[in-house]
């Protein structure tokens, strides 16, 4: 949109309160776009004419993460992973645990299965 007065508003519950949701929105920001409601039921999202160049690290892949983590507890094999993001995923986690799975977190952003 090159209108500067152009706005966008979404109001879906669940979709907009997804981790990757916020972090795109987080990375766009930093590009230059406005953008307002992140992780909450309602998404602002007003125009800009130019959008410009950062540095980002994007979050880790938390389906990816979960995929290799039922991948072990299947096999009963014993993975690492890293990056990660424990609060992402902590529904998984949870599960796991509770079905006999042995899940440590040994740094912020490591766990092992």
């Known amino acids: 949109m090159n209108d500067s007065k152009s706005c966008l508003f979404f109001n879906w519950i669940f979709p907009l309160q997804e981790p990757e949701v916020i972090d795109l929105a987080h990375f766009l920001t930093r590009c230059g776009a406005s953008i307002r409601g992140a992780g909450t039921h309602e998404l602002y ?17 938390r389906i990816e993460a979960g995929s290799f983590m039922l991948a072990a507890a299947i096999t009963r094999s014993c993975i690492s992973l890293s990056p990660i993001i424990p609060s992402t995923i902590s529904c998984l986690i949870e599960r796991l645990s509770s079905a006999g799975g042995k899940i440590v977190s040994y740094i912020d952003d490591t766990l092992e299965v």
């Open 45 to 61: 999202i007003s125009g800009r004419g130019q959008l410009y160049g950062s540095c980002y690290s994007i979050m880790p892949d």
